[in-house]
């Protein structure tokens, strides 16, 4: 998704309206601090009980996982101060408020977000909901912390719960994960670019972190016939 929006050539403005923007705010929530903490707990245990089979693999894979994501972070928050590419809300805040992006990151988070909220206050076409969204978040834009962590989860599920036939669980996490990406561009809050590079990344640490905890617990997978066997038991298609 992100890829193709890249190469249409699609840019943000802000002036949407309504419960869709609502909506698309909320998807971006669940990755967000503090309900990411409570969708992180939640994947865990349903991927615990699809894999309940290989529950020592599977322990030994989300604790991996769980050190791959906050690497993961790590490497975003460097890469993030390398590359120092301004927000598109930042971007739309230099057009229309005359607020140089160098300045505005010259500026203490604290000071940055004071800023949004006094150049705001009279904008209609920005909602209040989305004004304090972007107040707390006035990071750098490049790569996605968001995309990594939806994508990560994602390819995880398309990974490990294929062999097990999980069709509405993998379908659920993609459309999830694609909504989260969704969000980050309609709020304003990445480039497409952002979420390309990041799904990369996440796409390199799942299958360093699957690979180690197959070497380090053995098959993560079943048998064919046991596939078969628990979806048939669990009533997936």
């Known amino acids: 998704m992100p890829l193709a929006v890249w190469i249409s050539g699609w840019q943000w403005v802000p002036g ?5 923007l609502k909506m698309m705010y909320w998807m ?4 967000t601090q503090p309900w990411g903490i409570i969708t992180h707990v939640c994947l865990c245990a349903w991927f615990l009980w699809c894999l309940r089979f290989r529950l020592k693999a599977a322990v030994m894979l989300f604790a991996i996982l769980g050190a791959a994501i906050l690497v993961g972070q790590g490497v975003k928050s460097v890469i993030k101060d390398k590359v120092q590419e301004p927000r598109p809300f930042v971007v739309w805040l230099e057009k229309t408020q005359h607020i140089p992006t160098d300045e505005f990151y010259n500026l203490k988070r604290k000071q940055r977000s004071e800023l949004v909220k006094s150049q705001l206050e009279s904008q209609a076409e920005v909602p209040g909901w989305l004004r304090k969204h972007w107040q707390k978040e006035t990071g750098f834009a490049f790569p996605s912390g968001h995309t990594m962590f939806a994508a990560s989860w994602a390819l995880l599920g398309v990974g490990l719960l294929w062999p097990r ?9 993609l459309v999830w994960a694609v909504g989260v990406m969704g969000s980050r561009l309609v709020l304003g809050m990445h480039w497409p670019r952002d979420l390309v590079v990041a799904t990369l990344i996440s796409w390199i640490l799942i299958t360093l972190a699957t690979w180690l905890a197959q070497k380090l617990c053995g098959p993560l997978s079943p048998p064919r016939q046991e596939d078969e066997e628990i979806a048939e038991r669990d009533g997936e298609p």
Do not use: C
């Open 16 to 20: 949407a309206q309504g419960a869709w």
């Open 28 to 31: 971006t929530e669940t990755v």
């Open 165 to 173: 036939r999980r069709t509405w669980t993998i379908a659920l996490l």
